[in-house]
């Protein structure tokens, strides 16, 4: 394996931290348009996606699928 790549079980991974922190801002209080489009989300992408935003993508919509929500 490449230096680039990384196994699927790694990003799943960081897939799921990424959305465990989107779920922790929420339950903060931070509203899903600042997330979307404010400090908050270019923080999240640039900290907690480490600025890859494919895995900031992948990230929302696991947190705000419907199966992840039935599952907690």
Do not use: W
Not at 5 to 25: I, M, S
């Amino acid at each position: 394996m490449s230096n680039g790549e990384e196994t699927e079980g790694a990003h799943d991974d960081r897939v799921k931290r990424a959305a465990e922190r989107l779920r922790e801002l929420k339950a903060s209080g931070v509203e899903l348009l600042e997330i979307l489009c404010g400090p908050a989300g270019v923080t999240f992408v640039r900290d907690d996606c480490e600025g890859d935003p494919d895995l900031a993508y992948a990230a929302f919509a696991l947190a705000h699928s419907t199966i992840s929500q039935s599952e907690r």
